[in-house]
Nanobody, 128 residues
Framework: QVQLMESGGGSVQAGGSLRLSCGTSLDFNRRHCVNWFRQGPQNERENVAG???????????YYALSVKGRFTIAQDVANSTVWLEMNNLKPADAGIYFC??????????????????WGQGTQVTVSL
């Protein structure tokens, strides 16, 4: 059973930064897909960023247009952890952030139903 655990959420003012962490039970020397989703007030889950693990050379990454240039996803192979660095946060970025995993080939910008493994989520609040 794949285990995922998020941490690093909190409250910031608009323009601020947060770094989220997703600890996993996956072996990052093998191919997996790890993405970050955020859930807004309407309970919809938006796929905001993703990374493919286990690839030689630079990892393939995905970003939603709404976060491109502000968010950075990265992997720590030794610790099987995926980070999401969020800069210049906006109130629209607020929500519950979930880490999700799927087997290779990666869904990339796929919807939440394509990811069978989920963490419990961490809250991000952005105030004006």
């Amino acid at each position: 059973q794949v285990q995922l655990m998020e941490s690093g959420g909190g409250s910031v003012q608009a323009g601020g930064s947060l770094r989220l962490s997703c600890g996993t039970s996956l072996d990052f020397n093998r191919r997996h897909c790890v993405n970050w989703f955020r859930q807004g007030p309407q309970n919809e889950r938006e796929n905001v960023a993703g990374v493919n693990t286990g690839l030689a050379g630079p990892a393939y990454t995905y970003y939603a247009l709404s976060v491109k240039g502000r968010f950075t996803i990265a992997q720590d192979v030794a610790n099987s952890t995926v980070w999401l660095e969020m800069n210049n946060l906006k109130p629209a970025d607020a929500g519950i952030y979930f880490c999700a995993a799927a087997p290779f080939p990666c869904p990339g910008d796929g919807t939440s139903d394509r990811f069978p493994y989920w963490g419990q989520g961490t809250q991000v609040t952005v105030s004006l």
